[in-house]
């Protein structure tokens, strides 16, 4: 989206990163993403960054997104949008 001041991602990566976790993101429909300032690139091998990943955290299910194979090859994966159909145990 043009302005992202809007987006739930933000004041999660805010947190995120005073908390000292690292963090990436993936979004088919942005490549950069600006938080307080700083640019931040968009992970491209979305396999490998689900797989390495403490937690997977799904903010916006695009068409494109496939959230039930995301959550399970995620160590723990939080569906904000509720649109995985999985009861495995890693999903929170």
């Known amino acids: 989206i043009a302005d992202q001041r809007e987006s739930p991602a933000v004041p ?3 947190g995120r990163d005073q908390l000292g976790a690292e963090g990436s993101f993936h979004d088919p429909l942005v490549e950069k993403w600006l938080v307080e300032g700083e640019t931040r690139a968009r992970v491209h091998d979305v396999a490998n960054a ?3 990943a403490d937690i997977v955290v799904l903010l916006q299910s695009h068409s494109t997104c496939l959230a039930d194979a995301l959550a399970a090859h995620s160590q723990a994966f939080l569906d904000t949008r509720g ?3 999985s009861d495995d145990s890693q999903l929170l």
């Open 83 to 85: 649109v995985t159909t």
């Open 12 to 14: 999660l990566a805010i």
């Open 50 to 52: 689900v797989k390495s």
